[in-house]
């Protein structure tokens, strides 16, 4: 026998009982992002190398040491997308989508980084990504906020979460503040890690989000970012914290949050949990007002974030926020001769008058005794029974799988899907 090929390592597979969790919640997220009137974007996997070195900059971890990159045959230089918010810009460019206009944007989809595979981390993740153009105040900062926490309120998790909130001012006050950085930490280098140490060259704000608890003592002492805020930025983050305050969402400021990818500015946030260990944060975000430019358009002023669904759908596993998996409400089984058709034409009408219900019609035949194990095993809460007598009546049996104990009722069909939606609990029933 041949070996089987494995997956890629960190890639994994979501089985039937993965994507009806997967379905669950990627509904409410596109009700979420309806409700606030943003429009989905789909993009490419793939984008051309230079974007990302330049979206996301040359000395951050994700472009150093995660991405995907190959050549194609054609000898270009290709990376599988790190994340969502470069690419989108990319398209917003492409297609003209930022002359004088405003854009609130929303895609999500699969993004790919190398890193050491564990929970809550993975090779392929996916993110829902919101992205806002053309606007700069901080209403839209609270707007996408807001629209984060009506996830976890829909999700009813938002008990979970805690909103940590900083800013990282503009670039003139980040370069002050990185002087004033480095001459402190250059001067404590003793309680620097291996990692802090090379950033101090490359990148010393990201020291800042050091998980090292020797470095994380010596940052009590460093100098803050906030020092260096001028009149403008403070605005901006005052305004921001008010707007948050007066729609009751609640927050901690972090002044070492930073964030892993360069292109941020002004206002950044994390929604952290305590209930997934080291990998807390479910959803990242902030202003990225320079990035258009810096990607070869206008100026236009951009925030947005990036929310994990590998992670919130740990999270809602943790608090047991998932029914259990079932691969059919309804179960159409039938004996007799010729049954095969009255089964599949009751499923079919059954279909008909309960759209939102799963139902399953037995195929291959067999005894009641195992078609009704069957019925049984894929969860179903109905069994709907064809036999000789119900053909011959045109109606059918049903028999409650859960609650029922023996009983059954013998209706006819449109009656029987009747008692069946109001057990199920349907909505929007077809009649
Ligand atoms: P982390 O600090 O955990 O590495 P990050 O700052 O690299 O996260 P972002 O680039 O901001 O993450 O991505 C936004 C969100 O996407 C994260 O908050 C997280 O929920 C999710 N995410 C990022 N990387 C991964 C990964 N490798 N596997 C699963 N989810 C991820
Ligand atoms: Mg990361």
Redesign the pocket.
Known sequence: MKEAIQAVR?MPDLLPEDTARWQQVESVLRECVGSFGYSEVRLPLLEKTPLFNRAIGEVT??VEK?MYTFEDRSGESLSLR??GTAGCVRCCLQHGLLHNQEQRLWYTGP?F?H?R?QQ????????LGVEVFGLNGPDIDAEIIALSQLIWQRLKITDSLQLQLNSLGSAQERAAYRQSLVEFLSAHQEFLDEDSRRRLNTNPLRIL?SKDPKVGELLQEAPLLSDHFGSETRRHFEGLQDLLTGLGIAFTLNPRLV???DYYNLTVF??VTHDLG????????GRYDGLVEQLGGESVPAVG????????ILLLDKLGCFTPYVQADIYVIGSGAGVELHQAAAAAKLRELLPGAKILNHCGGGSFKRQFKRADKCGATFAVILGDNEIAHNSVTIKNLREGGDEQLELPLPEAAKVMGRTLGLSGLAF
Do not use: K
């Not at 080291?278 to 975000?285: I, Y």
């Not at 974030?305 to 919130?312: I, S």
């Open positions: 960190g971890d994700v995660e790190p994340e993004m980084r890193e595979p809550g981390r993975y090779r392929q993740f996916h993110q989000d964030r892993g990818l994390e929604w080291a990998q807390g944060t479910v959803c990242g975000g974030f990036g929310l994990g669904l590998e992670r919130l």
